[in-house]
């Protein structure tokens, strides 16, 4: 079963592509602060290593200078790793807006880092295309576009089936306690009228089904999914989330839980599968005044 989403008459330059929501992550993940502490400690023992052929007074030195320069940089490291974390909270949360311009030298100063680090920050979230590069090599954040919508609505499907159905299969009573909680923090969530709060008790929820599908590879690819779409549910899905919508999101969660707990796996697919059809409408709501929208479910 395949989910084709499609969006007409919306004014958005064409993604790039390769450059899905996993490839950037992934490698802030895997390249990026990990590499730059496991290159740190390599270039500290080497110079350690180097210091104890000459004198006491010479070892002395020189692992004196080694220990200075791998604090530097572990400094530039977890710097590095700050400005990218916050900054990409703030792009997917809104908090900054979609087009503003970044002004490195002032982020710089906010973090108490040089440029160097705040630039490569940068350039790993231009890979995540969260941030884009403009040819007179200022910054801005990107502008949010619906144009790969059909895309990542169709990834999103096919990640929540599969990471549902291996969370019932597993079936652990952590798991399940686990799930059961964040789906009560959603529910408390939902009652308020904070999105904020909404949108991280679903994210959790989300989140905690997919790692009971102890597949850390899938949950991976799965946060990143859903890290992807935040700024669309908060342009276009939570401003025209009623009452109506919450109840049935909160339906939906109560019975992925209870199907989790008895093992069900061909139920968590197709709650999984209506639980998006259900985001997918309330987006819908969104573009019928201006633009043509088109679902369609295919065997």
Not at 132 to 154: G, I, T
Not at 245 to 254: F, N, P, T
Request: with cysteine; net charge neutral; charged share 25%.
């Amino acid at each position: 079963m395949q989910w084709r989403f499609s969006l007409h008459d919306v004014p958005s330059p064409p993604s790039r592509r390769g450059s899905g929501p996993g490839r950037g992550r992934l490698m802030a993940q895997g390249c990026g602060q990990r590499t730059g502490e496991d290159r740190a400690e390599a270039m500290e023992t080497g110079m350690g290593r180097t210091g104890t052929e000459g004198t006491g007074m010479e070892e002395a030195g020189a692992r004196e200078a080694a220990d200075g320069g791998a604090v530097a940089r572990g400094r530039r490291t977890r710097g590095f790793a700050a400005v990218y974390e916050e900054m990409r909270e703030d792009i997917l949360s809104l908090r900054i807006a979609p087009g503003t311009a970044i002004d490195e030298t002032a982020l710089a100063a906010r973090f108490g880092l040089s440029r160097t680090p705040v630039r490569e920050a940068l350039l790993m979230l231009s890979r995540e295309d969260l941030v884009k590069f403009l040819p007179s090599r200022s910054a801005m954040v990107a502008p949010h576009s619906m144009d790969n919508a059909h895309e990542y609505l169709d990834t999103l499907a096919l990640l929540s089936r599969a990471v549902a159905r291996l969370a019932a299969e597993a079936r652990r009573p952590a798991d399940i306690e686990r799930i059961r909680a964040r789906q009560a923090d959603y529910e408390r969530a939902a009652a308020g009228t904070g999105v904020d709060a909404i949108v991280a008790a679903d994210l959790a929820f989300h989140r905690s089904v997919s790692d009971a599908s102890g597949n850390g590879f899938l949950a991976n690819f799965y946060s990143l999914t859903l890290d992807y779409g935040r700024r669309m549910m908060l342009l276009h899905y939570y401003p025209r989330f009623g009452a109506q919508d919450r109840d049935a999101c909160i339906a939906d969660h109560r019975a992925m839980a209870e199907a989790i707990a008895a093992g069900d796996g061909a139920a968590c697919e197709a709650l999984a599968s209506r639980h998006v059809m259900s985001e997918l409408r309330v987006i819908q709501r969104a573009f019928e005044p201006d633009v043509g929208l088109r679902f369609s479910l295919e065997p």
